[in-house]
């Protein structure tokens, strides 16, 4: 029986649609107390949200404002130190110049000092090598005298002991031991 009871409460519901003025507007008491529902609802809204929206909105204009004006000041700080590198920039080429010049002058008088150096490196070394040459010289003279001294000495002994026989050769050496007794005695 309840679906009986059912179809019969859908069946009236059905003419009271077809009852109604139109299809798309609701009843006018609909209207009437949805409208001042509204209106009340949006009157507490704007009377108890609204002073929190401004101050919100305040606060966030403050907030944008200062976010500009840290901005700004940036921008001025960064054109001064634009400024200031292209002042120094302008610095840079002067102290280049200098550092250049400078450097230039420490140049040659290296090169100056390394010349001076140099000759009296080259001076030092002829007068070593004159020296060594006049020692070699000295000492080439020294053995080439030894040399032709033993190679005379040979020479004459064996003249000596070819030409001489025992008695002159016995005169000559105490002739000799004489002269060399009689000169050690003057010098004695």
Do not use: C
């Not at 209106?39 to 909105?57: D, E, N, Q, R, S």
């Not at 290296?110 to 080259?122: K, P, S, T, V």
């Not at 005379?152 to 008695?167: F, S, Y």
Request: no cysteine.
């Amino acid at each position: 029986m309840n679906v009986l009871s059912l179809i019969a409460a859908v069946a009236e519901d059905e003419e009271h649609i077809d009852q109604s003025h139109h299809w798309l507007l609701p009843e006018t008491y609909e209207i009437v107390f949805g409208g001042l529902a509204s209106l009340l609802i949006f009157g507490l809204l704007v009377w108890k949200a609204g002073p929190l929206v401004k101050k919100g909105l305040a606060a966030r204009t403050e907030r944008v404002q200062s976010q500009l004006d840290v901005a700004t000041k940036e921008k001025a700080d960064a054109t001064a130190e634009a400024d200031e590198i292209r002042r120094a920039k302008g610095d840079i080429g002067a102290e280049r110049t200098r550092l250049l010049a400078e450097a230039d002058g420490q140049a040659e008088a290296l090169l100056a000092d390394g010349r001076q150096r140099m000759e009296r490196e080259i001076a030092d070394l002829l007068a070593k090598a004159e020296s060594d040459i006049a020692a070699a010289e000295s000492r080439g003279n020294d053995e080439l005298r030894a040399e032709i001294a033993g190679l005379a000495a040979a020479a004459a002994e064996r003249v000596v002991t070819d030409h001489i026989d025992r008695d002159t050769h016995q005169e000559l050496i105490e002739s000799f031991i004489s002269r060399v007794g009689a000169s050690s005695g003057g010098a004695g």
